[in-house]
T-cell receptor, first 113, second 114 residues
Framework: GDSVTQMEGPVTLSEEAFLTINCTYT??????LFWYVQYPGEGLQLLLK?????DKGSNKGFEATYRKETTSFHLEKGSVQVSDSAVYFC????????????FGKGNQVVVIP | ETGVTQTPRHLVMGMTNKKSLKCEQH?????MYWYKQSAKKPLELMFV???????ENNSVPSRFSPECPNSSHLFLHLHTLQPEDSALYLC?????????????FGSGTRLTVV
């Protein structure tokens, strides 16, 4: 079935560093792709999305581009802040089937002052 | 009030207690979901309601009992839970079909079973 794979392990980086979190997917057709963020003690919030190939989603300085050729949707931010410390989930909504979001395992990001 | 609201935010219960979690959405969505989020584990989809009918039950123990009285409200009734049921329980909603917008999540209920 359709699925999402995120890079293993937490990410620790210094304030103002460049952040990349990798996400690749397996799917039929052109699924919709999402990044969700979960701040400590909270639920998941939609960070950005892209619904077709070459679309770029962006929000709060974060960006991700829907790359059909590499089946990827990597999340990037040019200069992180301590407030960006959170868990980030990549997700996919299949074109066909039962309208179920498929989530990656999530990546803990810790930004150190 | 907009978005998805979950109550209570925190719940501590004994193994012999009965309690209920509540979820409410005012987004006009017609599908609602319960997820379990445990430490070091992927998100687990527990139940799905679409157009007020349960359409998915992912091998969840019977000590968890969902209820969806209308398209805006979802409950999770809990009884005789185990300590391993301690987790963050997340509710989400969406359109049932044809959505490209993903799901909207509540802030969750942090459940501790003692």
């Amino acid at each position: 079935g359709d699925s999402v794979t995120q890079m293993e392990g937490p990410v620790t980086l210094s304030e103002e560093a460049f952040l990349t979190i990798n996400c690749t997917y397996t799917a039929t057709g052109y699924p919709s792709l999402f990044w969700y963020v979960q701040y400590p003690g909270e639920g998941l919030q939609l960070l950005l999305k892209a619904t077709k190939a070459d679309d770029k989603g962006s929000n709060k300085g974060f960006e991700a581009t829907y790359r059909k050729e590499t089946t990827s949707f990597h999340l990037e931010k040019g200069s992180v802040q301590v407030s960006d410390s959170a868990v980030y989930f990549c997700a996919l909504l299949p074109v066909y089937g039962n309208n179920r979001l498929a989530f990656g395992k999530g990546n803990q990001v810790v930004v150190i002052p | 009030e907009t978005g998805v609201t979950q109550t209570p935010r925190h719940l501590v219960m004994g193994m012999t207690n009965k309690k209920s979690l509540k979820c409410e959405q005012h987004l006009g969505h017609n599908a609602m979901y319960w997820y379990k989020q445990s430490a070091k584990k992927p998100l687990e989809l527990m139940f799905v309601y679409s157009l007020e009918e349960r359409v998915e039950n992912n091998s969840v123990p019977s000590r968890f009992s969902p209820e969806c009285p209308n398209s805006s409200h979802l409950f999770l009734h809990l009884h005789t839970l185990q300590p391993e049921d301690s987790a963050l329980y997340l509710c989400a909603s969406s359109q049932a079909t044809g959505t490209v917008h993903g799901y909207t999540f509540g802030s969750g209920t942090r459940l501790t079973v003692v």
